[in-house]
């Protein structure tokens, strides 16, 4: 008798045991962005911010994330958070296109000197009121850039405007097309996820990225050439839909709020300066021509359409009744500021 007590006894215990092992989080929050599962970027910047914010919440928060574009498309990541197709997205501002547009301005020429340094601008520009009109549909959790954003070909070296003259380059968003037009080149729109393709088929000559996209996206197989311009740099957000964060209780919504804002911005950008790293590695380790330009919105050769490009952009803007020049004087500010910081 008193065995099988025991042997019952145990048993109950162990179907407990098991019970809480399973049991689901109260709150599970779908979280898509289009990296590739094995890039630095899904694994030290968005993993890592879920596993902070599961163990500040004591198991309460379940972050799930679907890297690689598998639970919406890159352009329209936004959209699937504002839908509620998924809960949180990490994804580039200028793939929806006229959404943001005092926010790209940290897109232009000159700003960003390094992914730590932007996050620093554009977070501060969020913090500060000038662009946080542009989310009102969601519920911002942090704000990023990568690095200076450069030209990689396969078979056309860039030294000077003339050079991009009819060629086919990959652009992440407007502004960059703009850009790109303005130096003759043929821009070519698609999300980064797609350049690898398009680039080994012929269907571009070369792209538009930062050495952390060169990286995450093996262009290195596929460029020869490399022209370190700092053309542009793009802006990203980490957003999550607004009535689920509204949904939590006020304790949870803490949690969100405590791994939020600039701390992790800069985290953010520190990774990508580091994979920025990488990638310039492994152009060198492949015996890759590095055309570097330095200060190019200095540059005799570059200066002219550069400084066209960004005088049209603000100007557009202003038409549209929106403050560009307002918000450009305060990047311009910050930019100098968060590179001291």
């Known amino acids: 008798m008193k065995t099988k007590l025991i042997k019952s006894v145990a048993a109950i215990t162990a179907t407990m045991a098991l019970s809480s092992a399973v049991q689901a989080a109260d709150y599970t929050l779908r979280f898509a962005h289009f990296w590739p599962a094995v890039s630095p970027i899904h694994k030290e910047v968005f993993k890592s911010w879920a596993d902070s914010v599961e163990a500040d919440s004591e198991g309460r928060i379940e972050v799930e994330i679907y890297p690689g574009g598998t639970l919406s498309k890159p352009p329209a990541q936004y959209d699937a958070v504002t839908n509620r197709i998924a809960d949180v997205t990490a994804t580039v501002q200028g793939y929806t296109a006229n959404r943001f547009p005092l926010t790209q301005i940290v897109e232009l020429p000159g700003i960003v000197k ?114 370190e311009i700092g053309l542009y740099s793009l802006s990203f957000v980490v957003t999550m839909n607004k009535q689920v964060y509204n949904s939590l209780p006020s304790d949870l919504q803490q949690v969100i709020d405590n791994n939020s804002g600039m701390q992790f911005a800069k985290e953010a950008g520190k990774t990508f300066d580091k994979v920025d790293a990488m990638g310039r590695a492994d152009a060198i380790e492949a015996g890759h021509e590095i055309i570097t330009l330095q200060n190019a919105t200095e540059n005799e050769a570059w200066k002219p359409v550069l400084n066209s490009t960004i005088e049209n952009y603000l100007q557009s803007l202003e038409d549209k009744g929106l403050p560009a020049r307002e918000v450009y004087e305060r990047t311009v500010e910050l930019s100098e500021q968060c590179q001291q910081s």
């Open 114 to 227: 390094t992914a730590a340094q932007g996050s620093c601008v554009i977070q501060g520009l969020y913090d500060e009121g000038l662009i946080d009109q542009e989310y009102e549909e969601t519920h911002p959790v942090f704000l990023f850039t990568h690095g200076q954003g450069h030209l990689h070909t396969n078979e056309t070296p860039i030294r000077k405007p003339s050079d991009l003259e009819g060629l086919r380059i990959r652009r992440p968003t407007q502004v960059v097309a703009s850009l790109l037009e303005d130096l003759g080149a043929a821009p070519v729109g698609m999300p980064a996820p797609q350049s690898y393709q398009s680039m080994q088929r012929g269907v571009i000559d070369g792209v538009a990225l930062p050495w952390e996209g060169v990286h995450s996206f093996r262009i290195n197989e596929l460029a020869n050439y490399h022209t």
